[in-house]
């Protein structure tokens, strides 16, 4: 039997399936340090007139927290405690997060190596994502942001409406992070040889990757954009494509969204 449906020439032509359009949506952008995430996701929130929330910006001041209050990195039950007495929130601007620890706005000191490599360090205790993650969660519960992290797409919103994930070789990831200390910090960048921030960079990926409690790796219905041989600007245009063809909007229907 043909079990081909006609169309009864009486009745209108249905139209075509129409791709719902996401109003509020949840973008998720993943991947090691250095690959250009942060750049990719102030843009993409400014371009999208969404809020951009920087994940890692947490564990570092968590990470700040627990050194200040010299404890050991590798006290778990210490950190667990501390992690009960410690409220951390993230206040988006133009220029980026503002990080508030306990009240206190502590931003600029979340870039210094030793906090750095701490944040890398308690991100790896199953107690501590746990938090997090329930943070994170009730941060992004409205919609309407672009989350930066290790593991958004896979643990934090599985059920993202875009997911990224951002990578690049870790000599390029390297390099670019040698630059960045030479543009923000250009007294310790002399201190330092280029490949010893490689070597901390591969140090920390290792940690993140082999973590038992939600490595860094993509989603499996990520999106891959591989910046090793792209520009900033590229990788941006790129990124902001792939969301315009998940969306099924851009900022120029953003009348149409009521916006
Ligand atoms: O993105 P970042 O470099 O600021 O992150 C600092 C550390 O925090 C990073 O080494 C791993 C950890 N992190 C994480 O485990 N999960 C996230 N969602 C974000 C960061």
Redo the contacts with the bound molecule.
């Keep these: 039997m043909n079990t081909e449906t006609i169309h009864d020439p009486s009745q209108p032509v249905p139209p075509p399936a129409a791709r719902p359009v996401i109003l509020s949506p949840i973008i998720a952008i993943?991947g090691p340090?250095g690959a250009g995430?942060?750049t990719v996701a102030r843009h993409l929130a400014r371009h999208f007139g969404l809020l951009n929330l920087?994940?890692?910006?947490?564990?570092?001041a968590f990470a700040l927290k627990a050194l200040s209050a010299n404890l050991s990195l590798q006290d778990i039950p210490a950190l667990v405690e501390l992690s009960h007495r410690t409220s951390i929130s993230l206040v988006p601007t133009d220029a980026g997060n503002l990080v508030f620890l306990d009240g206190a706005d502590v931003t600029s000191q979340?870039r210094e190596p030793a906090v750095?490599d701490g944040?890398?360090r308690v991100?790896v205790y199953p107690q501590i994502?746990a938090w997090?993650v329930a943070l994170?969660q009730e941060l992004g519960a409205q919609g309407g942001v672009v989350m930066?992290?290790?593991?958004?797409g896979t643990v934090?919103f599985p059920h993202a409406d875009v997911k990224i994930f951002l990578d690049a070789a870790p000599e390029v990831r390297g390099l670019r992070r040698y630059e960045q200390l030479g543009q923000l910090d250009p007294e310790t960048a002399a201190e330092v040889q280029p490949e010893e921030v490689v070597r901390e960079l591969r140090a920390?990926d290792d940690?993140?990757r082999n973590?038992a409690d939600?490595p860094?790796k993509a989603a499996e219905d990520a999106v891959l954009l591989d910046s090793t041989k792209l520009t900033l600007e590229e990788v941006v245009a790129q990124a902001e494509a792939i969301v315009t063809e998940k969306l099924g909007w851009s900022p120029a229907q953003e009348s149409d969204r009521g916006c």
């Design positions: 993943d340090a995430k942060s920087e994940t890692g910006a947490m564990y570092r979340l750095t944040a890398s991100s994502r997090m994170q930066e992290g290790r593991d958004i934090v920390r940690r993140d973590r939600s860094l």
